[in-house]
């Protein structure tokens, strides 16, 4: 089946346009052809195939070890589902901004990725989009991002620095996002944010301050579990729920700073178990707007 698809594209080399491009992933899915096989002729036939195309399909790249950049045209509007995993060499890629979707797990395992801008139309990261890779070191999140999914950094255990960009609008950092980015040292989160999930930062054993803003109503026992370096923690806007074991592997901390009056924080978290743990160790003060809390 491979010779077939090879001695189509011959045949048709000066005639191919995004419709056959399309018959070819087709029939490569039908015809039990691996993707990446396909993929790697195309790069093969010299033709900058992608340019005739809208998206780059489900696995297209995936496991193509001689990948190393890539720059995709300006034609693609999607990336699809792990369009990219496990391309161990992929180091630097560039998106233009037509892009809007970049799917499951797209660059999941690309451990020596460095270099990528995402693009300032995105609306989401989907889940393990680059959980695992390994030598990303910073990443920049557009303003028009609304969600963050599950696992999206998952275990990214060389990044340092993640930016929202200024009037971002992203209100849901799903479950385990940035799980075990033991190096992450410097998050801003956005004011913009409505929920945090469970195991958000679990094992971001570099963190050591964090702000919370206006909108977020519940923080989760295990959003901070094991962030054994948190030192601070600012919630600025007025907590109506922790769950309980809040803090209990922050051995570290310092100060929670937390914009409600003393006399409504005894009222709603007096009675806690987390609170009567912390009240036990001298090393950490709680603020309220009205003062500290004795």
Known sequence: MTAELANFIKRHIDLIN??????????????DVK?????????????DFLSFMTKVPEGCFAKIKSLTSITIPESIQLI???????CSNLESVKLPNSITRIGEGAFYLCTSLKNIDLPSNLTS????VFSKCNSLRSIVIPASVVSVYSF???????????????????????ISVFKNCKKLKTILLPDSLEYLGTETF?????????????????????????CT??????IQGSITAFTDAMFATNNQLQTININIPRKEFIARFGSKQWYQELKKRDTVKINCVDGTLE
Do not use: H, R
């Open 18 to 31: 995004e419709s056959e491009f399309d018959q070819l992933y087709q029939i490569a899915n039908e015809k």
């Open 35 to 47: 993707t990446e096989e396909l993929t790697a002729l195309l790069l093969d036939s010299d033709i």
């Open 80 to 86: 699809e589902d792990k369009a990219f995993s496990w």
């Open 125 to 128: 990261l989907k889940s393990f």
């Open 152 to 174: 999206a950094f998952k275990e990214c255990e060389n990044l340092t620095s993640v930016t929202f960009e200024d009037g971002s609008s992203c209100e849901a950092i799903d």
């Open 202 to 226: 679990y094992g971001c054993e570099s963190l050591e301050d964090i702000i919370i803003g206006p909108n977020v109503k519940m923080v989760y026992s295990s959003t901070f579990s094991n």
């Open 229 to 234: 370096n948190l030192k601070n923690i600012t």
